[in-house]
């Protein structure tokens, strides 16, 4: 049904808060608008809050099975196979981000509905997940993602429920997390963020894609990977990854300027464990034009101690220069983390995820989130590198950074369903970002 200049206004029946409200449609395709169902605790908004008081008017409702709930302008049904411009474009895939109202998210969202991350054919739908406290600033996300006139952004939905937001996603971004506030214990932390997870694990395993694609970022994220993989046991562990690309790109950046040379030079780049204090950057396998970094930048006193901490705690030292933590860097560093997986890896080279350990040919213990060297044939799948080698200050440091990993998974072991929780963390390391 052809629809010119038309004034809608839609009855929802979420809250006495929302109860009209009022949007221009000025499109020459079909419109399909239909009651949205009322959520147990959460509202998904259909378009901007008007004043203004308009007769309603009811456009062919379809059975709510055939249609998700949407925000404002992304309520009407485009036909793709009916317009020009979308004729080679690919199926439409359910992206959910989860703290979709944070800064990190602010950053993002905007580059997964360009078509940076997937490509310029890849039409997407954002499912955005907040909490009540955030969910007017959600709405305000959603209102400049309408803005912003995406093409490829087919379909945006709103909520605070986890198995309403998550419901078809092939992809889950997991961002939202409690930071760690002053005086708060990290095993105090890893309970907080835990229950988080585990109940987003508990919701992916019941309503998401069987084959979705976990990327965990909320920290501490290698054991909240851990936990949200041990509550959903549906799907696949090896789809679930924690982030450790913004440690790798860290890494990428320090070697070039010590080298003198530019990031594309800088390959082979592994970060190894935790997403913490402890983790270890690699520059024994990482390097330079093609050559071993050990035999461009000879200094190894600078490589062991000076490289490895600047590394470990570059986070914590742009909050002292900036104020703020690095949440646009980390949004660069999701983008390299999904283009890691959907295009292949050039030959030769790998990146660094946190991934689950089973099976892996390094001798780490198995059962936990360990970052380590990976490929992809651009699948949306990997395998671990098996080409790795080895000294023994680079063991050593491992094993550090695999017995935190281990101590905090005993910490945890309440919401892993492995038992009662013992926390024996040896000292309280902190997040790269941490104050």
Known sequence: MAVADLYTKINLQYSSKLSYVSTRLSYSRRVSLRPLPQPHNSRI?????????????FVNTEDPKK????????CLTYDLTAEEETKTWKKLINIAVSGAAGMISNHLLFKLASGEVFGPDQPIALKLLG????????EGVAMELEDSLFPLLREVSIGIDSYEVFQDADWALLIGAKPRGPGMERADLLDINGQIFAEQGKALNAVASQNVKVIVVGNPCNTNALICLKNAPNIPAKNF?????????????????????FYDKVSNVTIWGNHSTTQVPD????????????????DTKWLEEEFTEMVQKRGGVLIKKWGRSSAAS???????????????????????????????PYGI???IVFSMPCRSKGD????????????????????KTEAELLAEKRCVAHLTGEGIAVCDLPGDTMLPGEM
């Open 241 to 261: 990854h924690a982030l450790t690309r913004l440690d790798e790109n860290r890494a990428k950046c320090q070697l070039a300027l010590k080298a003198g040379v």
């Open 67 to 74: 249609k998700p709930d949407c925000y404002g302008v992304f």
């Open 365 to 367: 213990e198995e059962g």
């Open 45 to 57: 908004c259909c378009s901007v809050t008007s004043k203004e008081a308009q007769a309603p008017v």
């Open 330 to 360: 980390t949004s660069v560093s999701i983008v390299d983390a999904i283009r890691s997986l959907v295009t292949p890896t050039p030959e030769g080279d790998w990146f660094s995820s946190g991934v689950y350990t089973a099976g892996n």
């Open 283 to 298: 520059f024994l396998n990482a390097k330079i034009n093609g050559i071993p970094v050990k035999e461009v930048i000879k």
């Open 131 to 138: 909490s009540e406290r955030s969910l007017q600033a959600l």
């Open 380 to 399: 949306g799948d990997y395998e671990l590198v098996k080409d790795v080698i080895f000294d023994d200050f680079l063991r050593s440091r491992i094993k």
